[in-house]
DNA sequence: ATCCTTAACGTCAACGTTGACATGACTATA
DNA sequence: TATAGTCATGTCAACGTTGACGTTAAGGAT
């Protein structure tokens, strides 16, 4: 079907293992056969079987990302920094969503190891799953993004979330809001959650204690920040100010507000966190914490490629900085 | 590294064959020795290297899919329909961005035709690309959206483009607007495409000509949406309505009358194309042209798969209907 | 004339599977 | 009791490359 090396090295009368080297680029070679060769590859329309070499050299010259739902801005942007330095480096991605669903992420890594990608760029739902530490464990490097976990295979981007919140949160303060929610998305399984650990020591360091009920957890999507903010705003009229754990949720709390007649800012600011793109396009514009999210792309891609070419380094972990983007919702 | 069928077959004293059929549930099998070597398998926690089970069935569970940009939300929501059919049936996705970069587009077409993915499912800058009938024909089924080829290995997905925008300029022109003008999006090397078509048919019928200066080509984004429209609607003061290639650069029309002082829908009513998500949240809330881009991706993806699992099939192109959103811009 | 070096190739096995075919034991049938 | 048929398994080559190593001829040094 395809050319392969035989059909060449037969039509210039050499071995198939010469025409590995000129298409390799490696031993020596007289010049007079290379250019044989070379023309010969040319008209034939010869192109190497990556998943041949695949075999033997151990390396697919493929990555896999995970992602909960590339439907989401931000992970988009993220994807395409993860992209654009993959290409350029000569390496192709392999996406995968998880939504929700550890069950989902399980069988993202699963399919990816069997796949023998060289290396996996994940958003965590649950860093500590079983299958991603076996897969870290024997098998490739991996960079998690915005959660920490030491392993020696095992790189980390983090995203400046406490900072951000905190940021927000004071914003709102010195606005003079007192009564500020949060809606914390995704309940981590373990620990905190870096934005919400921001949100309860910016608001501890103001002498306000945290109250269970002024925190929501929920899947970070407007149709649940739309639920979510709907009911919390009916049932506790003295808050003046909600801060979503991302720009979507955000939104979700806009939509409530227009349907409950609440103005914003004034009867009720809001603080998103993500700055994706649309922030700046919704009414009222979306203050919001702006992540680099193509740069968290291009850094995990980076990292990853770094251990892939030297699986003996050890990369520290770095830590992005995000910035306050104060617009008409706060 | 990776445990291998010979690391069962020897524990399980068997051969690498005997090992493979209850792999692939293929054969006749002594439920005893069936049982057994599962245990082993569980118990080494092997998995199949599908790259080795590629070289030799010729098939890679990998299909390819290139779009512009994944971060126009349009096609997001897209690759996850194709995503999702994918997974479904066992296959992942090589996802490869070309922005509006023909030899990016065949660069990717090169680089998945490497990677022997099982087909390619391509949004096309230009679908008579070399490259593009060279892999069609000695290779692999492709599906293209939205645009029209003739070829037994190739499947197509068709957007009723046409249909569309002419629903859109009836529904201006039964709001009073006569002086309409369209951001056509990237202009395309053969033929006006579908959306332009639909434009000038619509005018005809009322007997309103159509003039060049009224139609713009430009890459389909918020920011040449912004700059082409405030130019044109600088020196045109007396267009009242504009269409727009995509959801995008209608955001960029509203930018540019945001900026402009210009009144919407009052003074220019605009109607954007594809409803992506953002749509019923800018202000004022975007008229468009709905298009369900998440059964574009199903089937697309359902297709590419008839096409694999049957090449010998020929498909006849689908043409989704679309449907015009009427709200606050229009 | 002999030995050594080196450039320019070639040979062979291996990567981890699967397809085609072979084998041996056992069962059923005439 | 011989024969065919079936079940359960094994053997071997092949998929398209590359790594390790071998070979050959030319040329230079001694």
Redesign the pocket.
Known sequence: ??????DV?EKA?????????V??N?????????QRIEAIIAELG????L???S????RTLTIGLIVVDITNPFFAEVARGVQDVARQNGYNVLLCNIDDNLHEQQKALESLAAHSVDGIILFPLEYYDDRLLSFVNQYRPVVLINHLLQHPNVAVVLLDGAHGVQQAVNHLLERGHQEIAMLAGPKPITGRGQRLQGYQTALQGQGLADSANRVIFSIPTQAQGYEQSKQLLSQHPHITAIIAYNDLLAFGVIQACRELNIVIPDQCAIVGFDDIYFSNLVHPALSTVRVNKYEVGQQAMTRLLTMINDPKLTISPIKLGVELIVRESS
């Open positions: 079907m395809a050319i392969t090396m035989k090295a009368g050499v071995s198939i293992k010469t025409v590995s080297r298409v390799n490696q031993g020596e070679i007289s010049a007079e056969t290379r010869y192109r190497p079987n998943v041949a070499r075999l033997i050299t151990q």
